[in-house]
Structures are given as C-alpha cells and as structure tokens.
C-alpha cells in the first residue's frame, strides 16, 4: 500500500500522514523533510542558492523513490503535483488524496505556522491572500487530478481511513 497526501501548503497534510500512519500501521514519509535529508540541504537554503527549478528537479528525483517504498504514506510538498509529470507518477504508483482546504483556513495556517516557506516568506497579509488565490487557481486543475478529494476546514483521519478501507 502507498498513499499520497497532496493539496497547498498548510492544508494539514503532514499533521494528517502522521496520524494516519500510526492508525493504518504505515511508514510516515514527509517528502520535504526526506528531500532536506537526501541532500543535506534546508528548502529555505536550496531556493535561496541554488533557485525554485534545482528545487523542483530535486523534488522529482526524491519523488521517484519514495514511489517505490511500499507500506508508506507520503505527505508530499504543496508544489510538488504541478510540475513535470509527477502527479502521474503518483496516480500510477499509489492511492492519492487532496485535502482541500478552505481559503480561509489555509490563509490562517500559514499565518500562524513556524516553519520557513520560501514561496510566501516576507509577504503581508494582503499579499499573502492575493498569492494563495492565484496559486491555488493555477494548482486546482493538477490537484483534482487525485483519485480521491476530501473538502473541509478541519478534515479528520477517520475519513480517510474509511476511504483506504472501501478501496480495498
Ligand atoms: C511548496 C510547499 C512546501 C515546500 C516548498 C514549496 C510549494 O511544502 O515543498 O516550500 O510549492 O507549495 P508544504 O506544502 O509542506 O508547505
């Protein structure tokens, strides 16, 4: 079994992998911490020297080879369905899942969140509002992509629990 979390930045996906590894006796994998591990490198620290398009190229490669862990839940990055053909990648070699969080929800996660985003860091609220409307609008259509997607403000493990459990 390999299970794919996808959906923007804050909408809990590695809150919700966590839990959900524990609960369905899965390996939790946190594709941007894999990824700074891989590389001995932070995401502020590759976006800042070496630009979003290593960043990217990087995230690909960590891509390939979690596809072929088995018994694992990966909670990927917010970007990381949108570029090349990974959300194909995913769709083939596992069960995905968007959690599709609210604006609103979203825009105060990451508000409040501590860690280091280079994709957001330094904007207001205003700025940060108009760019996760964009972006979102722009990410959508490879999100949708999933086999499956929850909606909500707070989406809770047990759904998706039921959700692995019909599909098999
Ligand atoms: C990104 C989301 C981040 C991380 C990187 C880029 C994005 O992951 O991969 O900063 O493009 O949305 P989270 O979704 O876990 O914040």
């Given at each position: 079994?390999?299970?794919?979390?996808?959906?923007?930045?804050?909408?809990?996906?590695?809150?919700?992998?966590?839990?959900?590894?524990?609960?369905?006796?899965?390996?939790f994998?946190?594709?941007?911490?894999?990824?700074?591990?891989?590389?001995?490198?932070?995401?502020?620290?590759?976006?800042?020297?070496?630009?979003?398009?290593?960043?990217?190229?990087?995230?690909?490669?960590?891509?390939?080879?979690?596809?072929?862990?088995?018994?694992?839940?990966?909670?990927?990055?917010?970007?990381?369905?949108?570029?090349?053909?990974?959300?194909?990648?995913?769709?083939?070699?596992?069960?995905?899942?968007?959690?599709?969080?609210?604006?609103?929800?979203?825009?105060y996660?990451?508000?409040?969140?501590?860690?280091?985003?280079?994709?957001?860091?330094?904007?207001?609220?205003?700025?940060?509002?108009e760019?996760?409307?964009?972006?979102?609008?722009?990410?959508?259509?490879?999100?949708?992509?999933?086999?499956?997607?929850?909606?909500?403000?707070?989406?809770?493990?047990?759904q998706?629990?039921?959700?692995?459990?019909?599909?098999?």
């Amino acid at each position: 079994m390999r299970i794919f979390l996808i959906g923007f930045m804050g909408c809990g996906k590695s809150t919700m992998g966590r839990s959900l590894a524990t609960s369905l006796g899965l390996t939790f994998v946190d594709l941007d911490t894999y990824l700074e591990e891989r590389f001995f490198k932070t995401i502020p620290q590759i976006f800042a020297e070496e630009g979003e398009d290593a960043f990217r190229r990087k995230e690909r490669k960590v891509l390939e080879e979690v596809a072929a862990f088995d018994n694992v839940i990966v909670a990927t990055g917010g970007g990381a369905p949108c570029f090349f053909d990974n959300m194909d990648l995913m769709n083939r070699s596992g069960f995905c899942i968007f959690l599709d969080v609210d604006i609103e929800t979203l825009i105060y996660r990451l508000t409040h969140a501590r860690i280091e985003r280079p994709l957001i860091k330094g904007k207001s609220p205003d700025e940060l509002r108009e760019f996760i409307d964009g972006l979102m609008q722009k990410r959508r259509p490879f999100y949708e992509k999933a086999h499956y997607i929850l909606t909500g403000k707070e989406i809770l493990a047990e759904q998706v629990i039921e959700l692995v459990k019909k599909k098999d």
